[in-house]
């Protein structure tokens, strides 16, 4: 249920700012964007005080709609590690941040649509790694909380690990733009059917055109048969009167 929310909420949330700020809610995000160059430094420091300034306020919202104490700080779960949980949540943020660089980033047919698949990306995220680290992939989200209730004593956990994927994502990206990754498979998100492969011949194909023998077929049929086999055609009776 919370995956669901967080990813619908996202849909939603990057579709309406997506052509007005980018639709950045996550500061680690918006650290990729800078070590690709996307981003200046002003921007992106401006950007970081804005989301975890938001992330307060949104919590402070949260707190005082909602009746009784909630549990929104994020620590990792019993059993999970230190070194687990920082690594669990590099890689989600990882996974998220390529997301957003491949659909948002990249400019192609399909980019309008890029919250859509940024959103069911959180949700993939969040569906596994909630019950493990509570599910941060986002600084500014633990945060927020850890300024109203507390800070715990894990909490460098989700300012390293989401930092460390995010700069990993980053890494990826260019790779794959530097070997041009759009070679590998040229026109995958063309609309012309010119495009489209052809369609194999088929193996029977050319029984269809092959015509008939003479004597397989017709009133001729067993004369012929028993031509070529080499017997005569039984007698036929002469019946008129």
């Known amino acids: 249920y919370v995956s669901v929310g967080f990813g619908f909420a996202l849909v939603v949330a990057a579709w309406l ?11 680690n995000i918006a650290t990729a964007l ?16 804005a989301q975890l ?6 919590t402070a919202v949260v707190q005082g709609l909602m009746p ?3 549990q929104l700080t994020t620590v990792p779960s019993l059993g999970i590690n230190k070194a ?47 019950p493990l680290t509570g599910g ?15 800070f715990d004593a894990s909490h460098w956990i ?12 980053a890494a990826v990206y260019v790779f794959a733009k530097r070997h041009r990754y759009w ?10 059917s010119e495009k489209s492969p052809t369609v194999p011949s088929l193996p029977l194909a050319h029984l269809s055109r092959v015509r008939p023998r003479s004597g397989t077929v017709g009133p001729r049929g067993q004369e012929d048969r028993n031509r070529q086999s080499g017997s005569a055609a039984p007698p036929r009776l002469n019946l008129d009167i």
Not at 17 to 27: C, E, K, M, W
Not at 34 to 49: E, K, N, T
Not at 92 to 113: Q, S
Request: charged fraction near 10%; aromatic fraction near 12%.
């Open 84 to 130: 687990q949980a920082l690594f669990i949540e590099m890689f989600a943020t990882t996974f998220l941040t390529f997301a957003v660089l491949m659909l948002g980033v990249e400019k192609h047919r399909t980019t309008p649509f890029a919250p859509i698949g940024v959103g069911i990306t959180l949700f993939v995220c969040e569906l596994w790694s909630i």
């Open 68 to 70: 009784g104490q909630l």
């Open 17 to 27: 700012f997506f052509r007005v700020t980018g639709a950045l809610f996550n500061p």
């Open 183 to 192: 070679t590998l498979v040229p026109d995958q998100d063309s609309v012309d």
């Open 34 to 49: 800078l070590a690709i160059g996307v981003i200046g430094p002003l921007r992106w420091l401006l950007l970081v005080v």
């Open 158 to 169: 989700y300012w390293a690990g989401p930092t460390m994927g995010a700069l990993l994502a």
């Open 53 to 58: 300034v938001g992330a307060v306020c949104a």
């Open 136 to 150: 941060a992939i986002n600084t500014a989200r633990a945060f927020g909380p850890a300024v109203l209730t507390g």
